[in-house]
């Protein structure tokens, strides 16, 4: 490692893939409820959902794949989900 490596800046996660690759290596799992679903103009289902860590509430959203969208009562407003969410940085998560 040389001198101006330090200054380098750390690389980031570019994909939607490399995102939930790093979530389902490195993230940690909370419980978080939906909140509700909706289809969105493409026809794709939108589920929104929140979670606590610490004391602090996070809200965040998710297009269900084909395999989640399987099992629509799983997903349903008011049911309980797993999360998984960045250490470093909580906003950051996915259904689990």
Same mark, same amino acid.
């Given at each position: 490692m040389g001198f101006? @490596? =330090?200054f380098k800046p750390k690389k980031k996660v570019n994909t939607e893939t490399e995102r939930r690759e790093f979530l389902q290596t490195k &993230?940690? =799992?909370t @419980? &978080? !409820?939906i909140i509700e679903t909706e289809t969105n103009e493409s026809g794709q289902e939108v589920v929104f959902y929140y979670y606590n860590i610490? &004391?602090?509430d996070f809200e965040s959203s998710e =297009?269900? !794949?084909e395999e989640k969208r399987e099992n629509p009562l799983k997903y349903a407003a008011g049911a309980k989900v797993g999360v998984r969410f960045d250490p470093k940085n909580h906003g950051n998560s996915i259904l689990d």
């Open positions: 101006f @490596d =330090i &993230g940690r =799992i @419980d &978080g !409820t610490q &004391g602090v =297009i269900l !794949t």
